[in-house]
């Protein structure tokens, strides 16, 4: 049972990465007054443009840079559809989701003729588990060999770096001015804009880090954990991601434990496939489809009133205030 246990949070681990750095994009955007319902469609490119990349170059950093700049270049783009033209933000956000899934499947099909699917990456093209020191030497110690060699060590680079990033972001979001501003201009603009401060400069670093967070969090999906672009690999992973950032009350800390909760309900059901009650054998439709059961299911009845930034979704002009 400890190993199964063990297994358990190891895969976890893996499923929650995305969430997390999709989740923390999205608190940096929504903190700043800038809906983001986008993060789906951003991973989907990330991952696209990150694979193709990797195997043409044959290397995991420049597809990894290269998702990025994607990511960064379609949150640029909400931006100047909602900051700059004050458009609709959900709107906007359907629009880039809808771009993504369309743009990568087309692409894919044209440029390496898979059915959408780029080829397998392997050696440099991929970001390969990281095996830390000693972590062979303990494998067979009772109980801290398991939780050193299969949990803490064996992830890959992103996935340090997705849990790295949550003290990060929450150090710049509460503990500098950036922080402070950024947070001001999700709750009262027109005060910041009265302080001589720029609120579309504050909004457009917002969607900026955005941009980053969640282009490597695609990434992680096609150089790092499938090692391959699959068409609509994200599968809802955004949303999810909305989710455990609404479920986390915008804070990185809740957020990540909300993601950390999801991946375990994720990886319960991959564990959970095949199992029969008595005679009868449940469907593997039906375990696929309890993470997100569950997640509604939480999200309804357990997380009180989250309140969200007072200017979220609201488009700022000095001639409306």
């Known amino acids: 049972m400890f190993e199964t246990l063990i297994l358990m949070l190891d895969a976890t681990i893996r499923v929650a990465t995305p969430l997390i750095f999709a989740s923390l994009a999205g608190m ?3 903190r700043s007054g800038i809906v983001n319902i986008a993060l789906e469609g951003k991973l989907l490119a990330a ?12 290397s995991a950093w420049l597809g990894c840079i290269a998702g990025v700049l994607v990511a960064v270049c379609m949150s640029l783009l909400h931006g100047f559809a909602t900051i700059t033209h004050r458009g609709d933000q959900v709107v906007s956000g359907m629009a880039i989701n809808i771009l993504a899934v369309g743009l990568t499947v087309t692409l894919g099909r044209h440029w390496f003729k898979q059915g959408g699917q780029t080829p397998a990456l392997s ?14 030497a303990l494998q067979d110690v009772p109980v801290i060999g398991l939780l050193y060699s299969e ?5 890959s680079l ?3 770096v997705a849990f790295a990033a949550v003290p990060i972001a929450w150090y710049i979001l509460f503990k500098t001015r950036f922080g402070l501003r950024l947070r001001a201009v999700g709750e009262s603009p027109s005060a910041v804009d009265t302080a001589g401060i720029s609120v579309a400069k504050m909004r457009y670093s917002a969607v900026i880090i955005c941009g980053i967070l969640v282009g490597l969090g695609g990434v992680y999906l096609s150089v790092g954990q499938t090692a391959q672009f699959i068409p609509n690999m994200s599968a809802g ?4 991601a909305l989710a455990a950032l609404i479920f986390g009350k915008w804070k990185p800390w809740t957020a990540m434990g909300a993601c950390l909760l999801f991946g375990f309900l994720d990886s319960m059901a991959i564990r959970l496939q095949g199992v029969s009650i008595g005679e009868f054998q449940i469907p593997v439709q039906a375990i696929e489809a309890v993470p997100y059961v569950l997640t509604v299911f939480l999200l309804a ?5 989250a309140v969200a930034p007072k200017a979220i979704g609201v488009p700022y002009s000095k001639e409306r205030e």
């Open 28 to 30: 940096f955007c929504e």
């Open 151 to 155: 949990l803490i060590s064996g992830h």
């Open 47 to 58: 991952a696209f443009a990150g694979a193709a990349v990797a195997y043409v170059t044959g």
């Open 301 to 305: 009845g357990f997380i009180g009133k």
């Open 158 to 160: 992103l996935e340090y």
């Open 123 to 136: 050696g440099d093209a991929r970001f390969a588990p990281i095996h830390l020191p000693g972590a062979d």
């Open 237 to 240: 992973k955004g949303y999810m």
